[in-house]
Nanobody, 114 residues
């Protein structure tokens, strides 16, 4: 059974930082491309950052220079370090694993507000 479990979300003030984690089980983690996506209220889900099995990263323009995606294959975990957070970063953040098929986590809420 495949499971992706996100954690690390919460309430943070503008300019603050958070680190999201996504722990995977039931997959050959090192073979999967991993990604973080987000969905704000009333908006479509959008890609935030992706990292391939070979650790090539890609970022949405809106988060470049502020967010960093990384992976630890030994821990079967992908991370999203977010800094200089803005109110427009408020969303539910989802983890995705992709290798021919897609698996999604349940999401974790990130709220940026003073």
């Amino acid at each position: 059974q495949v499971q992706l479990v996100e954690s690390g979300g919460g309430l943070v003030q503008p300019g603050g930082s958070l680190r999201l984690s996504c722990a995977a089980s039931g997959i050959i983690f090192s073979a999967f491309n991993m990604g973080w996506y987000r969905q704000a209220p009333g908006k479509q889900r959008e890609p935030v950052a992706t990292i391939t099995a070979g650790s090539i990263t890609n970022y949405a323009d809106s988060v470049k220079g502020r967010f960093t995606i990384s992976r630890d294959n030994a821990k079967k975990t992908v991370y999203l370090h977010m800094s200089s957070l803005k109110s427009e970063d408020t969303a539910v953040y989802y983890c995705k694993a992709e290798w021919g098929v897609n698996y999604w986590g349940q999401g974790t809420q990130v709220t940026v507000s003073s």
